[in-house]
């Protein structure tokens, strides 16, 4: 079992950043893929980007790529999502999710967190 809680959503102005942080339990996080996913109102949820197991690789959906940056800490258990100039677009809930283990691209994801709110203001 791996439970997920995200942490550091807010509001913040178009061109500001923000920094999300995924605590994950359970002992199998070193091993599991980990990606963010958003969802605004109204649409259907969507990837962010994804990191591996070791941190050593990296995927970013088009529209965040050169701005997000994805990281992880796995003597802490811990995924983040560096968000910078950040546009009203990007206005969603923020979900972070755990993959099958040794799974890479991870096409499921069978862990999620109960997401955090991230709203740009123009």
């Known amino acids: 079992q791996v439970q997920l809680v995200e942490s550091g959503g807010g509001l913040v102005q178009a061109g500001g950043s923000l920094r999300l942080s995924c605590a994950a339990s359970?002992?199998?996080?070193?091993?599991?893929?980990m990606g963010w996913f958003r969802q605004a109102p109204g649409k259907e949820r969507e990837f962010v980007c994804a990191?591996?197991?070791?941190?050593?690789?990296?995927s970013y959906a088009g529209s965040v790529k050169g701005r997000f940056t994805i990281s992880r800490d796995n003597a802490n258990n811990t995924v983040y999502l560096q968000m910078n100039s950040l546009k009203p677009e990007d206005t969603a809930v923020y979900y972070c999710?755990?993959?099958?283990?040794?799974?890479?691209?991870?096409?499921?994801?069978?862990?999620w967190g109960q997401g955090t709110q991230v709203t740009v203001s123009s």
């Open positions: 999710a755990a993959g099958l283990p040794y799974s890479w691209p991870p096409h499921d994801y069978n862990y």
């Open positions: 359970g002992r199998t996080f070193s091993t599991r893929a």
């Open positions: 990191i591996t197991w070791s941190g050593v690789l990296t």
